[in-house]
């Protein structure tokens, strides 16, 4: 079965340091992939997507096919980055709403 | 430009009562999409509907759930004679067109509890 996987439930670092937020996916073709966030109190919304290359509020993912990973990085961390991550892929042809979406990881930045 | 607007924010029921959920998309999307968060679970989909059509409902339990998307008006998730393992956060999201780039938008979700 398809399948997203977020290892970790919570991760916990000090402003500054450096962020990897874990996906690894389980497809057989080539998969587009996305992070979704939820920072408190609001709703969820893209982050950003592996097809784009690009990097949003300092965040990039690189897709590894190697790997199955899809991991999401930050060198610095912010206190304002704290928020709930979900890394997601759509399942089915041609129906890209379907998004499958892994667990989720809270991404916890202390002062 | 209101978002994807969702209500009620809260609900509770008794079991065997009946539930309704609505979902108002972002002005011009007509693609809507629920997904379902049982607590400590990531999000599930559920059902994929454009205006009069139900797309997908592969996620969708075969019974007391029913999903519908009118031409007028919100779209209207249905569950009837709920169950305690029904309480859970429905998110509604939409869409302008069947995206290529998979970006939805999401409401700020429906919370049921069954009692």
């Known amino acids: 079965a398809q399948r997203v996987t977020q290892p970790e439930k919570l991760l916990s670092v000090f402003k500054g340091a450096p962020v990897e937020l874990k996906c690894n996916y389980s497809y057989s073709g080539s998969p587009e992939l996305f992070w979704y966030v939820q920072y408190s109190r609001q709703r969820l919304q893209l982050l950003l997507r592996?097809?784009s290359r690009e990097s949003i509020k300092g965040f990039t993912a690189d897709l590894n096919k190697g790997e199955t990973s899809f991991h999401l990085k930050k060198p610095f961390a912010q206190e304002e980055d704290s928020a709930m991550y979900y890394c997601a892929y759509p399942n089915g042809s041609g129906n890209t709403g379907k998004l499958i979406f892994g667990q989720g990881t809270t991404l916890q930045v202390k002062p | 430009n209101a978002g994807v607007m969702q209500n009620p924010r809260h609900l509770v029921r008794r079991r065997g009562q009946e539930a309704r959920l609505r979902c108002s998309p972002v002005k011009g999307h007509s693609h809507v999409y629920w997904y379902r968060q049982l607590p400590e679970e990531g999000l599930k989909f559920m059902v994929y509907l454009q205006k009069e059509n139900i797309i997908d409902e592969s996620g969708m339990p075969k019974e007391r759930f029913s999903a519908e998307f009118p031409k007028e008006g919100p779209s209207i998730l249905r569950i009837q004679q709920v169950v305690r393992g029904d309480s859970a956060a429905y998110f509604c999201?939409?869409?302008?067109?069947?995206?290529?780039?998979?970006?939805?938008?999401f409401g700020e979700g429906s919370r049921l509890t069954v009692l």
């Open positions: 999201a939409s869409s302008k067109d069947r995206p290529n780039t998979g970006e939805l938008f």
């Open positions: 592996h097809i």
